[in-house]
């Protein structure tokens, strides 16, 4: 770039750069140029979120209040619960965002600069205003800058801008944060950085949006519904304790009892620990997780919305046909010639290979020829020209698009037929197609660049491919069986579209593709439907993604959303789960998306589908165990005090079936794997519950059957002392609760044919659950601490047999809650 530092005007400090004083200067009052910036305080507000949950809340007031009573082993007891919801949230955030940052610096470019005259690479974050920035092609341009010199410089913006076309920069154009340099070379002076840039504008827009998954606001409802239903039954004890003349303490104590017992605080940290695990997993097949919810989320999908370009395809292209007009010698050295000598761009690369399978080595040929004129990349027709001299004899070669390079070939009416035929059976098999005109001179090419160019003779076409993925048609074939709509949304020409389509497996028929044109002309009203008959979507520019995914979800649908392009964010975080496409998306698309496939890998989606849908179906069947349990937990507490029976349950115990009921929700269920249908049933509809209703009356009428055996054995025995009633209470309680969880491992089957745990885990938290009562029973400072007592052999055994008994009546016929409908479809029975 000597000439363009001796350029008028270029000013001395571009000439040499800035110094490094001068450029540590401007860092230290500018700060560093991060285009996406980042959350202040971030630990800090991950943990105000974290306090701010509602169960949090109420647990912290629940276990003060005991404190305040003089209930100390309750309250502390309350209050440590509340240390494991909190440090999962704040853990997991953490490792996020520390996720988040190696990606960030694995993939982070380098800029290269003059600095004190002499050309340095530093990293993005260094760059500063008025840096004389060097770009070449290929390059990843770090700041917003004005090209104060020029050698054929094209770049691509359409990330930022949405202009499908490569933008040619001459001297004085901008150039911006984000465009990626396709050819040329050129030096620019840094005029913007950080959030001041149009990239780092965007960036800052969506990092304030966000919203709730359907699973998010699912579990907050039925946490609200429980949480309300617990404070109304507390404060109904409080009052008829009061009137029955119980006394205002021992009512207050317990009613703040009933509440603890009462209030779901399970489901947040069940819900956080599922997802939490589920992350880890999906990390081994190299998917990052942002948001937690999303896991879940992917699994309920019913719309998928993929990129062609480096998702369906390898973002790569080959040379995969040529058609030549004169013989196919004349075109591959003609399109040899055409390419760059450095064979930096991917399409020259293509051609170099596929003319060494034809025994043209593109090397040596550049050798015996010499470079004299390389006429830039004209954006109008959208072609190159070079001019090559060997042994005084010369030679101009032209690759580029077929109609800018008909426009300097002599070819008639029946040659131009034969072209169109030609360019629509390469087009039609998916191809990107350019044309190769070539001429020999036996004298100097003129200055002028027309004479350069007259009269070239066409020398055939060349059909480009980009492969699609090993995976894409494998991983389109499980969704589609799982009732997934995959929907191909792509830039490229509706032709092309649909023939990779084709390849992929996407079912296109009759109106199948829509184009971005087609979309615009419809009424409002009716794109929705378009959109959701088309299976691609052809000519779409990145900003139309956004309404694609509104219009969808619009319609009830969960979708998935793919991209990679800064313009991709306000569709990636306006989809139910925004998918980023690893390394080579944009920054401000990894910070709007909820996942990150660090490979690109389409399989590793599905897997993190079916990972989904058994996550969802394990949190169903927690979740069943948690509302069954808590039924007798209730009961027994409301029940005995209105009844004017002494209190089954003490607050210890209570403190005693949480600690219970935590592991075993907790644990039990998580590990369950998924069912060999996971992928064969539809997703669930966007208005289905979490909790079906036939599977919520079953959780219902079994924890009503243990209340029913525990308060009858608990009346019974009562005459013999309340120690040995309460004790034969908490056994019928346990026993039940076991049976239960395990009842809830059925699915579709009898609970006597369930199979055993797969894990050793499963095993110990149900033996230590079924055997911490008899421990507390045989340890005498335990049994005097809580109240109980050996109530004799035969008693225990018609404990056992009738907490077994409450739940024994649960046989197979019921779908399970793993049993979904496909959107529109009816309703499980």
């Known amino acids: 770039m000597k000439a363009a530092v001796e350029r008028e005007g270029f000013g001395t400090v571009t000439a040499r750069g800035l110094s490094s004083a001068e450029a540590a200067r401007r860092l230290t009052r500018d700060g560093p140029n991060r285009l996406v910036p980042r959350v202040r305080f971030a630990r800090a507000r991950a943990l105000a979120q974290t306090l701010a949950d509602p169960m949090a809340i109420m647990l912290a007031v629940t276990g003060t209040l005991y404190l305040v009573l003089g209930e100390l082993r309750d309250g502390i007891a309350v209050l440590i619960a509340l240390g494991p919801v909190l440090a999962v949230d704040v853990v997991l955030e953490a490792r996020s965002r520390s996720a988040l940052a190696a990606l960030a610096a694995a993939v982070a470019p380098r800029a290269r600069v003059l600095r004190d005259g002499v050309e340095t690479s530093v990293a993005s974050e260094a760059l500063v205003a008025g840096d004389a920035l060097l770009v070449h092609e290929g390059d990843l341009v770090l700041a917003d800058a004005r090209v104060l010199d020029s050698a054929n410089l094209t770049a691509d913006e359409s990330s930022l801008t949405g202009e499908s076309?490569?933008?040619?920069?001459?001297?004085?154009?901008?150039?911006?944060?984000g465009a990626r340099v396709i050819a040329g070379s050129g030096l620019a002076e840094v005029v913007a950085i950080g959030v001041a840039t149009s990239y780092g504008k965007v960036a800052a827009l969506v990092a304030g949006a966000g919203g709730k998954t359907p699973l998010e606001r699912r579990?907050?409802?039925?946490?609200?519904?429980?949480?309300?239903?617990?404070?109304?039954?507390?404060a109904l004890v409080l009052v008829l304790g009061v009137v029955r003349g119980q006394g205002a303490e021992a009512s207050f104590i317990g009613a703040v009892s009933l509440g603890m017992a009462a209030i779901p605080e399970e489901f947040p940290l069940v819900l956080t620990l599922f997802l939490s695990l589920g992350a880890w997993r999906l990390s081994r097949h190299r998917v990052l997780v942002r948001r937690l919810s999303c896991v879940e989320a992917l699994g309920s999908t019913?719309?998928?919305?993929?990129?062609?370009?480096?998702?369906l395809t390898k973002g790569r292209f080959v040379l995969d046909r040529h058609v030549g007009f004169g013989g196919d010698d004349e075109l591959l050295t003609a399109a040899a010639l055409a390419c760059e000598p450095a064979l930096d761009d991917p399409m020259d690369h293509a051609i170099a290979?596929?003319?060494?399978?034809?025994?043209?080595?593109?090397?040596?040929?550049h050798q015996r020829w010499r470079l004299v004129f390389d006429h830039p990349f004209e954006p109008a027709g959208r072609h190159v020209t070079h001019v090559w001299t060997s042994d005084g004899q010369w030679r101009v070669a032209m690759k580029g698009g077929v109609e800018g390079v008909l426009e300097h070939c002599a070819i008639d009416g029946a040659g131009r037929?034969?072209?169109?035929?030609?360019v629509a059976e390469l087009a039609g098999a998916g191809m990107r197609v350019l044309a190769v005109a070539s001429r020999d001179r036996d004298q100097a090419v003129p200055a002028d660049r027309r004479g350069a160019e007259d009269a070239l003779i066409l020398r055939g076409l060349l059909g480009f491919r980009d492969p699609l993925r090993a995976e894409a048609r494998a991983a389109i074939t499980a969704c589609r069986a799982a009732g997934i709509a995959v929907k191909m949304v792509t830039g490229d020409h509706p032709v092309t579209a649909r023939a990779i389509a084709e390849e992929a497996g996407l079912a296109v028929g009759p109106g199948a593709v829509l184009t971005g044109v087609e979309l615009a002309a419809l009424p409002a009203e009716a794109r929705g439907e378009a959109i959701a008959r088309a299976a691609v979507l052809a000519r779409i520019r990145p900003e139309d993604k956004h309404a694609i995914?509104?219009?969808?979800?619009?319609?009830g649908e969960v979708v998935a959303m793919t991209g990679d392009g800064v313009n991709d964010a306000a569709a990636l975080r306006r989809a139910s789960v925004g998918v980023s496409m690893g390394a080579r998306a944009s920054e401000v698309a990894r910070a709007a998306a909820g996942l990150i496939l660090l490979d690109d890998d389409l399989g590793a989606l599905v897997a993190t589908i079916a990972e989904g849908r058994r996550i969802r179906g394990n949190l169903q069947r927690a979740f069943l165990f948690l509302i069954g349990f808590h039924v007798p937990v209730i009961a027994l507490a409301v029940i005995a005090p209105l009844a004017g029976l002494p209190l089954v349950l003490l607050p210890l115990h209570l403190v005693w079936l949480e600690l219970v009921v935590h592991p075993v929700s907790a644990l039990v269920f998580e590990g369950e794997p998924a069912p060999p249908d996971t992928m064969t049933r539809p997703p669930p509809r966007r208005d289905e519950p979490l909790l079906g209703r036939a599977a919520m009356a079953r959780s219902l009428v079994s924890g009503a059957l243990i209340a029913g055996a525990a308060l009858a054995l608990f009346v019974g025995f009562l005459g013999r002392g309340e120690a040995m009633a309460r004790t034969a209470a908490l056994i019928a309680v346990i026993t039940g609760g076991v049976m239960l969880a395990w009842a809830e491992r059925a699915l579709d089957r009898a609970w006597w044919r369930v199979p055993a745990p797969g894990t050793r885990r499963v095993w110990v938290v149900l033996l230590l659950a079924a055997g911490s009562?008899?421990?507390?029973?045989?340890?005498p400072a335990l049994a005097r601490a809580l109240h109980l007592t050996w109530p004799g052999s035969s008693s225990v055994a018609l404990a056992v047999a009738a907490g077994v008994a409450a739940v024994a009546w649960r046989v197979p016929g019921a779908r399970s809650p793993r049993a979904t409908t496909a959107p529109g479809g009816p309703a499980p029975p």
């Open 353 to 365: 290979d596929h003319c060494t399978e034809h025994g043209l080595e593109v090397a040596a040929l």
């Open 773 to 779: 009562l008899p421990v507390a029973i045989a340890v």
């Open 417 to 422: 037929a034969a072209v169109e035929r030609a």
């Open 549 to 555: 995914v509104d219009a969808l979800e619009r319609r």
């Open 219 to 234: 579990v907050g409802s039925l946490v609200r519904r429980f949480g309300a239903a617990a404070l109304g039954l507390a």
């Open 302 to 311: 019913t719309v998928l919305c993929v990129d062609k370009t480096g998702t």
């Open 165 to 177: 076309e490569p933008q040619d920069k001459p001297v004085g154009a901008s150039i911006f944060a």
